[in-house]
């Protein structure tokens, strides 16, 4: 059975940092593409970073280009979305997610979320 479980939850405030965690089990990780996304209320789901298999490559949306920086570490099966210079709007609820291709991503699986509050 697949879980993604995110940590790192916390309230923080705007200019300050955070670090979120995605630890992954049952699924060979090393293999996979993740993705954080977030989604704040009353907003769409929204496509953050991802990182590819070996952490060659990645890719940052541009509302966090710059700020935010996703790693892995493929020997604990981790993921992690640095977050800097946070702002208010970031306030949401984050997930990690994975898919089987970098090229095709199609996120099967995901992680129950945690929630980011920035204060202004």
């Known amino acids: 059975q697949v879980q993604l479980a995110e940590s790192g939850r916390g309230l923080v405030q705007a200019g300050g940092s955070l670090r979120l965690s995605c630890a992954a089990s049952?699924?060979?990780?090393?293999?996979?593409?993740m993705g954080w996304f977030r989604q704040a209320p009353g907003k769409e789901r929204e496509f953050l970073a991802a990182?590819?298999?070996?952490?060659?490559?990645?890719e940052y949306a541009d509302s966090v280009r710059g700020r935010f920086t996703i790693a892995r570490d493929n020997a604990k099966n981790i993921v992690y979305l640095q977050m800097n210079s946070l702002k208010p709007e970031d306030t949401a609820v984050y997930y990690c997610?994975?898919?089987?291709?970098?090229?095709?991503?199609?996120?099967?699986?995901w992680g129950q979320g945690t929630q980011v509050t920035v204060s202004s």
């Open positions: 990182i590819n298999w070996n952490g060659g490559s990645t």
């Open positions: 049952g699924l060979t990780f090393s293999s996979y593409t």
């Open positions: 997610a994975a898919s089987r291709s970098w090229i095709q991503r199609v996120y099967g699986y």
